[in-house]
């Protein structure tokens, strides 16, 4: 059996492709694991008393999958896509919008 080049596309006649390693799976995934890393540095920020900042960068975690999700193509995307695209961005943005107004707008306590 020849060995496939690793430009050649793989087709359904070609039978079964063999699974990917756990690493390029998780690597796959990367656009999840920045929106999922920055929320929980800000709730991590928030929970040691500064949740004004906290809640921006959770705020701005949201706004960074929003971006993410609007410009990436379906197969890029990984688990970020949920839904379809339009339900994505309303989720995303009123979430990440939401939350960096009421970090603004709220005033800290004295």
Aim: hydrophobic share 50%.
């Amino acid at each position: 059996m020849k060995r496939r080049e690793r430009h050649e596309a793989w087709d359904h006649s070609q039978g079964p492709r063999a699974p990917r390693p756990w690493y390029q799976l998780v690597a796959g995934q990367w656009p999840l694991a920045v929106v999922l890393v920055t929320v929980s540095a800000g709730v991590a920020w928030a929970g040691l008393g500064h949740w004004k900042r906290g809640s921006f960068l959770i705020g701005m975690g949201f706004c960074a999958g929003l971006v993410l999700r609007a410009f990436l193509p379906e197969a890029k995307v990984g688990l970020l896509g949920v839904r379809a695209r339009w339900v994505d961005l309303i989720c995303l943005g009123v979430l990440g919008v939401g939350i960096i107004v009421l970090s603004l707008i709220v005033p800290p306590q004295t």
